[in-house]
């Protein structure tokens, strides 16, 4: 007789350590199973909640005229909300760096050729 996985908890896997304004931030959370592997949750097994922004699926969009510091974020596992992570990311400061354009690039190449 087959029996389906259980999850047993969950782990939020950040690419970043901050929210970029004025985007989506992916919310990448994995759920340990009770044969030891991991499964990748979206929000069809999970409830995203947010002290600021607005979940669309995994992805938290941020304002680009966000004022707050920091967002709370909640992910609850659907039908077992024993299972659960509360934490904190804050907000980028720094703005990005403008990428040069595909004409910067191949001069500055050119120049390099030269010398």
């Known amino acids: 007789m087959a029996r389906a996985q259980k999850i047993d908890s969950i782990y939020v896997n950040l690419y970043t350590d901050s929210l970029k304004k004025g985007t989506f931030n992916y919310i990448n959370v994995d759920g340990l199973l009770s044969?030891?592997?991991?499964?990748?949750?979206d929000s069809t097994h999970l409830i995203f909640s947010s002290s600021y922004g607005k979940f669309q699926g995994n992805s938290l969009w941020v304002e680009q005229d966000c004022k707050v510091d920091m967002v709370s974020i909640k992910v609850v596992m659907r039908g077992n909300p024993a299972i659960s992570k509360d934490f904190v990311?804050?907000?980028?400061?720094k703005e990005d760096p403008e990428l040069?354009?595909?004409?910067?690039?191949?001069?500055?190449?050119?120049?390099k050729k030269k010398s």
């Open 89 to 93: 990311m804050y907000i980028k400061k």
């Open 35 to 41: 044969n030891g592997r991991y499964l990748p949750l």
């Open 100 to 111: 040069k354009s595909e004409a910067e690039v191949l001069q500055e190449m050119k120049k």
